[in-house]
């Protein structure tokens, strides 16, 4: 640490961190606009300046830009020097010249960086008269909004875009004062993380376009801390609501988890709680017939309890978008023997494999933020943008450490952007990806190999033999093509301080998987320390998995009676989403009783004899657990209208219980040993600040008696939340609480997103508090190698092997139906190789029959060069899609044909 002077007064701070880093670690105001944790220093916008002096004798000193000047020991700085005030107010006023008189009606308004800084300069008038520069702006595709004429050229946007996100089609054109940042040409933006703009902008230029739709002023949402439901990352989000809907996501710093971003489908996934196909109101068929009629709560409940005492046993189906705690109070009302996990058999085997892997494998599964640091990373069968996305910015970030590796020989710090930029422009990373089809992250890596999933086992297991051969399991009959390759990869990871392995369940192979394993214990052998993160499928995958569910969605249907004389409980799961429709019809056609709790309207709810409405993730409070094991909580944001409950609460009622949510999480900790420390992911609804609980509405907060004016013009009582310690008001106390509790991100002086410098310890550093969450699982050691080799792949003639394509757009079920993002959802296809369509006699777009499982399929003709010959893609959870169980054989046929 070195000893820094700021107005004369010492300071420690971290030798080589740039002065402006350790200036707002300690709590100082200076003003910044190009700057950000994440990007580094360019020193573009000249508005962090302040005084610097050679010694205690120099009383002139110079004006140096704080972002670019290293910590050395002993330099003295003045942030209050007069002639340092002066310049930063003037560079605010000639930035100031352009830029529209329009806060009152920005969609920026009340939380503008530019607004915060200028204010933090004192300046407060305008002296220019003349006409200012205009721009034209550009239609940008369904999340974001473009109004140009705000820019005030900081280059932030160019430089995420274009060096972190690593995509090309934004860009800075012009130059002087007739810079423009857009596209070449209007057009949808092609990053799949490109909402961040609207959190990376100081100002008003990349707005939220979903939010405009339903716009309401900052200081007026209701908030509260959430985890997003999308994926299995567990990325930490705030959800804002008004009136009783949902109206953006934003994203929720955490250190160890997604850091400063999210994806796209996570920010603009939001809009299914909006839906009109949201169930409201418990519903129940009619006897014998097939209308039904909305009920109350309280007769709902007495028709469910007869359901279930109506003789034979109650099956339950749990499901992975399902809380831990909706789970587990099914698995309580059912009994653990009749639970069963709401997944395909398949995906329920590759879920006890992968939590196998996780808790007794030779690797350690580091938080998500750390996959950033690693040095070589093999991806063996997962197409990681569309089934991880915030992963796939991580690695990304792989090139640029190997350059800041490069330049730290030379003594450039890491923090100097421009050097590294131009040092990283053309590097490829570390990384080498084995998939079934091209991905997103082809134009990062050193290599690609495309094969069957077999055969990319076989390379994996290969792999694993050539780092322990002695005790890894040979493959004997490898080419020389697939031991050159098995050779490049195990180079590459014993040659790394930092190797990562990265698969998953993408691929439907179990073979896959264990080859990864296998790797990772092969590493451990020969004396490095792998880590391995595993894409898993939905947000509480693995957490379903730790309840030791009794089997799949098939295994269901083999323990219902065949009189029918059985209850089936689904919670929150669509089966026609997740398993075969014969499979699902089959299931539900063998029970007497059918039972649905679930937000949105399903085939399966449309098929059950009573329908109760479960809340969202915006109006519930629970538990996920990520891919690595990470528990965290979400609480609801605000309190949804009529009967529309938690399923852990309808299912509690069901059997006469109550409770809070506390409680139950106290029963789960005490009856799983995998659970045990789940009351540590965030303080329970005990918890208090000075005697108070924590606002969901900022202190701002205006309208609460107009909210309810159509109904009644007295203020009405404030909703009371047994199960957090946040309230639905502005009273409370509004001191920073624990990570897990942080409703929003706000201080003095400082409106916008970069308020989070005063929520941290250091700047880009843990939350003051600790993080959100705790880890459950840690790897153990105690896997042996995996053995059971795939047979190389062999093509079958007039057989296809199709196999699984995912879409970060479409593929995931609840998402798919939020308006902005269903824009971008692609319609149903299959893909095939250029020589396969060939022998076909098809080509691109023309459609085609598609025989699988027994079922036939009419879709279009993706012709696909990735692909390996003999091998097809088909997408996986499109809208109107059949669901498969890949990978499978089938045939293809052009239409009309007699095949």
Same mark, same amino acid.
């Given at each position: 640490?070195?000893?820094?002077?700021?107005?004369?007064?010492?300071?420690?701070?971290?030798?080589?961190?740039?002065?402006?880093?350790?200036?707002?670690?300690?709590?100082?105001?200076?003003?910044?606009?190009?700057?950000?944790?994440?990007?580094?220093?360019?020193?573009?916008?000249?508005?962090?300046?302040?005084?610097?002096?050679?010694?205690? =004798?120099?009383?002139?000193?110079?004006?140096?830009? &704080?972002?670019?000047?290293?910590? $050395?020991?002993?330099?003295?700085?003045?942030?209050?020097?007069?002639?340092?005030?002066?310049?930063?107010?003037?560079?605010?006023?000639?930035?100031?010249?352009?830029?529209?008189?329009?806060?009152?009606?920005? %969609?920026?308004?009340?939380?503008?960086?530019?607004?915060?800084?200028?204010?933090?300069?004192?300046?407060?008038?305008?002296?220019?008269?003349?006409?200012?520069?205009?721009?034209?702006?550009?239609?940008? /595709?369904?999340?974001?909004?473009?109004?140009?004429?705000?820019?005030?050229?900081?280059?932030?946007?160019?430089?995420?875009?274009?060096? +972190?996100?690593?995509?090309?089609?934004?860009?800075?054109?012009?130059?002087?004062?007739?810079?423009?940042?857009?596209?070449?040409?209007?057009?949808?933006?092609?990053?799949?993380?490109?909402?961040?703009?609207?959190?990376?902008?100081?100002?008003?230029?990349?707005?939220?376009?979903?939010?405009?739709?339903?716009?309401?002023?900052?200081?007026?949402?209701?908030? &509260?801390?959430?985890?997003?439901?999308?994926?299995?990352?567990?990325?930490?989000?705030?959800? *804002?609501?008004?009136?009783?809907?949902?109206?953006?996501?934003?994203?929720?710093?955490?250190? @160890?988890?997604?850091? +400063?971003?999210?994806?796209?489908?996570?920010?603009?996934?939001?809009?299914?709680?909006?839906?009109?196909?949201?169930?409201?109101?418990?519903?129940?068929?009619?006897?014998?017939?097939?209308?039904?009629?909305?009920?109350?709560?309280?007769?709902?409940?007495?028709?469910?309890?007869?359901?279930?005492?109506?003789?034979?046993?109650?099956?339950?189906?749990?499901?992975?978008?399902?809380?831990? $705690?909706?789970?587990?109070?099914?698995?309580?009302?059912?009994?653990?023997?009749?639970? +069963?996990?709401?997944?395909?058999?398949? !995906?329920?085997?590759?879920?006890?494999?992968?939590?196998?892997?996780?808790?007794?494998?030779?690797?350690?599964?580091?938080?998500?933020?750390?996959?950033?640091?690693?040095?070589?990373?093999?991806?063996?069968?997962?197409?990681?943008?569309?089934?991880?996305?915030?992963?796939?910015?991580?690695?990304?970030?792989?090139?640029?450490?190997?350059?800041?590796?490069?330049?730290?020989?030379?003594?450039?710090?890491?923090?100097?952007?421009?050097?590294?930029?131009? &040092?990283?422009?053309?590097? =490829?990373?570390?990384?080498?990806?084995?998939?079934?089809?091209?991905?997103?992250?082809?134009?990062?890596?050193?290599?690609?190999?495309?094969?069957?999933?077999?055969?990319?086992?076989?390379?994996?297991?290969?792999?694993?033999?050539?780092?322990?051969?002695?005790?890894?399991?040979?493959?004997?009959?490898?080419?020389?093509?697939?031991?050159?390759?098995?050779?490049?990869?195990?180079?590459?990871?014993?040659?790394?301080?930092?190797?990562?392995?990265?698969?998953?369940?993408?691929?439907?192979?179990?073979?896959?998987?264990?080859?990864?394993?296998?790797?990772?214990?092969?590493?451990?052998?020969?004396? =490095?320390?792998?880590?391995?993160?595993?894409?898993?499928?939905? #947000?509480?995958?693995?957490?379903?998995?730790?309840?030791?569910?009794?089997? /799949?969605?098939?295994?269901?249907?083999?323990?219902?009676?065949?009189?029918?004389?059985?209850?089936?409980?689904?919670?929150?799961? %669509?089966?026609?989403?997740?398993?075969?429709?014969?499979?699902?019809?089959?299931?539900?056609?063998?029970?007497?009783?059918?039972?649905?709790?679930?937000?949105?309207?399903?085939?399966?709810?449309?098929?059950? !004899?009573?329908?109760?409405?479960?809340?969202?993730?915006?109006?519930?409070?629970?538990?996920?657990?990520?891919?690595?094991?990470?528990?965290?909580?979400?609480?609801?944001?605000?309190?949804? !209208?009529?009967?529309?409950?938690?399923?852990?609460?309808?299912?509690? @009622?069901?059997?006469?219980?109550?409770?809070?949510?506390?409680?139950?999480? #106290?029963?789960?900790?005490?009856?799983?040993?995998?659970?045990?420390?789940?009351?540590? #992911?965030?303080?329970?609804?005990?918890?208090?600040?000075?005697? *108070?609980?924590?606002?969901?509405?900022?202190?701002?907060?205006?309208?609460?008696?107009?909210?309810?004016?159509?109904?009644?013009?007295?203020?009405? =009582?404030? #909703? @009371?939340?047994?199960?957090?310690?946040?309230?639905?008001?502005? @009273? /409370?106390?509004?001191?920073?609480?624990?990570?897990?509790?942080?409703?929003?991100?706000?201080?003095?002086?400082?409106?916008?997103?970069?308020?989070?410098?005063?929520?941290?310890?250091?700047?880009?550093?843990?939350?003051?508090?600790?993080?959100?969450?705790?880890?459950?699982?840690?790897?153990?050691?105690?896997?042996?190698?995996?053995?059971?080799?795939?047979?190389?792949?062999?093509? $079958?003639?007039?057989?296809?092997?199709?196999?699984?394509?995912?879409?970060?757009?479409?593929?995931?079920?609840?998402?798919?139906?939020?308006?902005?993002?269903?824009?971008?959802?692609?319609?149903?296809?299959?893909?095939?190789?250029?020589?396969?369509?060939?022998?076909?006699?098809?080509? $691109?777009?023309?459609?085609?029959?598609?025989?699988?499982?027994?079922?036939?399929?009419?879709?279009?003709?993706?012709?696909?060069?990735?692909?390996?010959? *003999?091998?097809?893609?088909?997408?996986?959870?499109?809208? *109107?899609?059949?669901?498969?169980?890949?990978?499978?054989?089938?045939?293809?046929?052009?239409?009309?044909?007699?095949?």
């Amino acid at each position: 640490m070195a000893t820094i002077y700021i107005d004369d007064r010492p300071f420690e701070a971290e030798e080589g961190q740039n002065l402006l880093h350790a200036c707002l670690s300690l709590g100082f105001n200076i003003p910044y606009f190009c700057w950000h944790p994440v990007l580094g220093s360019v020193g573009a916008c000249r508005q962090c300046a302040v005084k610097h002096f050679r010694n205690e =004798k120099d009383v002139r000193g110079e004006i140096v830009m &704080a972002c670019m000047t290293p910590v $050395e020991d002993s330099i003295r700085i003045s942030i209050d020097d007069p002639e340092a005030v002066a310049f930063r107010a003037s560079v605010i006023e000639w930035l100031m010249l352009n830029h529209p008189h329009d806060c009152p009606v920005c %969609d920026e308004g009340g939380e503008c960086h530019l607004q915060d800084m200028t204010v933090m300069t004192g300046h407060v008038y305008r002296e220019t008269r003349f006409r200012k520069r205009t721009y034209p702006n550009q239609q940008l /595709g369904p999340f974001l909004n473009h109004e140009m004429n705000r820019c005030i050229q900081c280059y932030r946007c160019v430089r995420y875009y274009r060096e +972190y996100a690593r995509c090309g089609d934004l860009n800075v054109f012009a130059s002087h004062d007739h810079v423009y940042f857009g596209r070449s040409r209007e057009g949808t933006l092609t990053s799949e993380f490109s909402g961040n703009l609207v959190e990376i902008c100081p100002t008003g230029v990349f707005t939220d376009k979903s939010f405009k739709k339903h716009y309401t002023r900052k200081w007026d949402l209701q908030t &509260a801390p959430s985890v997003c439901v999308h994926c299995s990352l567990g990325c930490n989000t705030i959800p *804002g609501a008004r009136y009783g809907e949902l109206r953006r996501i934003r994203n929720r710093y955490n250190h @160890e988890v997604n850091g +400063y971003f999210l994806c796209d489908r996570g920010r603009y996934g939001y809009e299914f709680v909006n839906s009109d196909l949201r169930v409201r109101k418990p519903l129940l068929r009619e006897a014998g017939g097939d209308a039904r009629v909305p009920v109350s709560a309280e007769e709902a409940l007495r028709f469910a309890s007869a359901m279930l005492s109506d003789g034979g046993k109650a099956i339950g189906i749990g499901s992975p978008r399902a809380s831990v $705690e909706s789970n587990f109070a099914l698995q309580t009302l059912v009994g653990p023997e009749n639970f +069963y996990a709401g997944v395909s058999g398949m !995906d329920f085997e590759l879920l006890q494999l992968s939590l196998k892997i996780l808790q007794k494998g030779a690797a350690r599964t580091p938080p998500l933020n750390e996959t950033k640091e690693a040095d070589a990373v093999f991806i063996l069968g997962e197409d990681v943008t569309n089934t991880a996305p915030i992963l796939a910015l991580n690695l990304r970030q792989t090139a640029r450490r190997k350059a800041i590796e490069i330049l730290e020989q030379v003594h450039i710090l890491p923090w100097n952007d421009a050097p590294i930029r131009r &040092a990283a422009e053309f590097e =490829k990373g570390n990384l080498f990806i084995a998939s079934p089809c091209e991905t997103r992250l082809d134009d990062l890596a050193c290599e690609t190999l495309r094969a069957a999933p077999d055969e990319l086992a076989r390379i994996g297991f290969g792999v694993a033999s050539l780092l322990a051969p002695e005790n890894a399991p040979a493959v004997e009959d490898m080419t020389k093509e697939e031991q050159a390759v098995a050779e490049k990869i195990a180079g590459l990871l014993k040659g790394a301080t930092r190797p990562l392995v990265v698969s998953g369940t993408a691929c439907g192979s179990r073979a896959v998987l264990e080859a990864a394993a296998n790797i990772c214990l092969a590493l451990k052998e020969s004396g =490095k320390d792998p880590e391995i993160v595993l894409a898993l499928p939905e #947000a509480n995958s693995l957490g379903l998995a730790m309840l030791s569910p009794a089997g /799949g969605i098939e295994a269901a249907a083999g323990a219902l009676g065949k009189e029918r004389s059985d209850t089936l409980v689904i919670v929150e799961n %669509d089966l026609f989403h997740r398993s075969a429709p014969e499979t699902a019809r089959g299931l539900l056609d063998a029970s007497k009783n059918v039972i649905a709790i679930d937000c949105l309207e399903n085939e399966t709810g449309l098929r059950a !004899d009573l329908v109760l409405p479960a809340a969202t993730f915006a109006e519930s409070s629970g538990s996920l657990v990520n891919n690595e094991g990470r528990a965290q909580r979400s609480f609801r944001v605000f309190e949804p !209208d009529g009967p529309v409950k938690e399923s852990w609460r309808w299912i509690l @009622e069901m059997h006469g219980a109550g409770g809070r949510l506390d409680d139950l999480i #106290a029963q789960i900790a005490a009856s799983n040993p995998f659970f045990r420390n789940l009351a540590s #992911a965030a303080p329970g609804a005990d918890f208090r600040l000075a005697g *108070g609980k924590i606002p969901r509405q900022s202190h701002r907060c205006s309208g609460r008696t107009a909210i309810g004016a159509n109904i009644d013009v007295h203020e009405p =009582k404030v #909703a @009371e939340d047994p199960d957090s310690p946040l309230s639905f008001s502005m @009273e /409370g106390d509004h001191r920073q609480p624990p990570a897990a509790l942080i409703p929003r991100f706000r201080a003095p002086g400082w409106n916008s997103i970069q308020s989070l410098n005063r929520f941290q310890q250091e700047i880009g550093g843990p939350l003051r508090g600790g993080e959100a969450g705790v880890r459950l699982i840690e790897s153990g050691g105690g896997l042996e190698y995996f053995k059971n080799i795939p047979a190389p792949f062999a093509p $079958e003639e007039g057989q296809m092997l199709f196999v699984s394509f995912h879409h970060i757009f479409g593929s995931e079920e609840l998402s798919a139906l939020s308006p902005a993002v269903s824009r971008l959802c692609p319609e149903p296809y299959v893909s095939v190789h250029p020589e396969d369509a060939t022998m076909l006699g098809v080509a $691109e777009g023309e459609r085609v029959k598609v025989v699988l499982e027994g079922s036939a399929h009419a879709l279009r003709v993706k012709v696909s060069p990735s692909l390996p010959q *003999g091998t097809a893609g088909l997408p996986v959870g499109l809208p *109107g899609e059949a669901v498969a169980q890949l990978p499978a054989r089938g045939k293809i046929s052009k239409e009309g044909s007699d095949e």
